[in-house]
């Protein structure tokens, strides 16, 4: 073999080093194969759902839309809230207590009234939106029947994610600690 042919061989060689991994890669996208530690808990909206700027209980504006790139966790309530509703909104104000340093990235808008004593309505970061709401929140998550609702709105004020009815809040703070990082 001359030294050309050699050289040339080697340099294929490199190259397909380099190009097979993104050629499996593409192969196993097209598959629809994803790794399992990729995926989200709550479900991805294949199309975002814009919200309109809302009114908070103290009559001030709620922008989704933050200069200051926050998360919004939304939360419904359902309008008669069982014993199972109350402990998952106790629950909902641990998970941004979890967050440690990073709860400050993530902001909580209650959608309907909370029912008496919940722990929730005193916690920083919880904004209570007024009635009656703007169509934008009804269409991006109705309210529910049996327990309460969450969904995930990005900082430019798109509901991405919404999670299912006795949602595992222990995933959903896995969804949001990637998310504000």
Known sequence: MTSQKRSRTILILVGLCFAAPMLVSLILIRAGWMPSGRKNYGDLLSTPLPLVNAQLQNGTTFAWKTPEWYWTL????????????????????????????????????????????????????????????????????????????????????????????????????????????
């Open 74 to 181: 939304l939360v419904r309530v359902p309008s008669q809230c069982p014993a199972s509703c109350l402990e998952q909104l106790e629950l909902v104000a641990n998970v941004r207590d979890a967050l440690a340093r990073n709860a400050t990235k993530l902001r909580i808008a209650v959608a309907d009234p909370l029912p008496e004593g919940a722990r929730l309505a005193a916690e920083p970061g919880v904004y209570q939106l007024a009635q009656p709401l703007a169509d934008s929140v009804n269409n991006a998550l109705p309210r529910p029947t049996g327990d309460a609702r969450l969904a995930l709105v990005d900082p430019n004020g798109y509901v991405i994610l919404r999670y299912p009815q006795h949602a595992d809040l222990a995933q959903v703070r896995k969804d949001l600690t990637k998310l504000v990082k």
